[in-house]
């Protein structure tokens, strides 16, 4: 299987750390940037990694090179950078049967990607008592069945942890367009939408998952690897 890494954008809301660095290579302690930390929770099945590179895409090319413990390395370049279905289409012609996306922005546990690649089509995604711009809406079977705007505050929210599994009938709907702080991107859960009209999408609950795109986040992100190292 095929594992497919989004580590292309630019991570403003990091500035100034993100200005000379790409997110993907921030540290997280210990020695380990954040893209490798993400690298050691794949399952053994990924065999195969896909960097979908973009902002100092140098930096993680030299860092990496052309594999990673054993595994291959290709490189697949974002542009524009606007939004992770872009991100996932630059990597359309490497990619065959079926294979594992994941933000790589995120922290994830291992096991919740094992669950995640036990599914032919799923997607990550986490109840929260956050409010959300976009709630991810699933089925008493757990089932993905859409994306709900500005659900109400009341609502429970299911926070979209980026990371799915995929195959080749993602592509053949066009990427959703969505705005995102006043821009206009093209959104990969948004997309799987319309794919999940028309083949079952298993929701797989993370147990531990945490976003890394404020400095608070990060500082989080920090803890969380260490207790994880620790365990």
């Given amino acids: 299987m095929q594992a497919v890494i989004l580590a292309a954008g630019k991570g403003t809301r990091l500035a100034p750390l ?15 940037t954040l893209l490798e930390a993400i690298l050691e929770q794949l399952p053994e099945e990924a065999d195969e990694l896909v960097f979908v590179v973009g902002h100092l895409q140098e930096q993680i090319r030299e860092r990496f090179g052309a594999s990673w413990s054993g595994r ?18 630059a990597a359309r012609m490497m990619l065959r049967g079926t294979f ?13 990607l094992e669950r995640l690649i036990s599914h032919p089509l799923a997607i990550l995604v986490q109840a929260t008592r956050e409010r959300l711009a976009h ?8 089932r993905f069945l859409g994306l709900e705007s500005d659900p109400p505050p009341a609502q429970p929210h299911v926070r979209v942890c980026g990371a799915y599994v995929l195959d080749e009938r993602f592509f053949r709907y066009p990427l959703a367009a969505i705005d995102v702080r006043g821009r206009r991107e093209y959104s990969l859960p ?22 890394v795109g404020t400095p608070e986040e990060l500082e989080a992100a920090r803890r969380m690897r260490r207790k994880m190292v620790d365990e």
Avoid at 18 to 32: I, Q, W
Avoid at 135 to 142: K, P, Q
């Fill in 18 to 32: 993100t200005n000379a660095v790409p997110k993907a290579l921030v540290d997280l302690g210990g020695g380990r």
């Fill in 72 to 89: 291959p390395i290709r490189y697949a370049v974002q542009q524009p950078l606007d939004g992770t279905g872009t991100a996932l289409h």
């Fill in 100 to 112: 594992l996306v994941v933000n790589g922005d995120d922290v994830y546990a291992a096991e919740d």
């Fill in 135 to 142: 709630t991810a809406l699933v089925s008493g079977d757990g």
């Fill in 190 to 211: 948004h997309t799987l939408v319309e794919l999940a009209k028309d083949a079952p999408v298993a929701a797989v609950e993370a147990t531990r998952w945490l976003p």
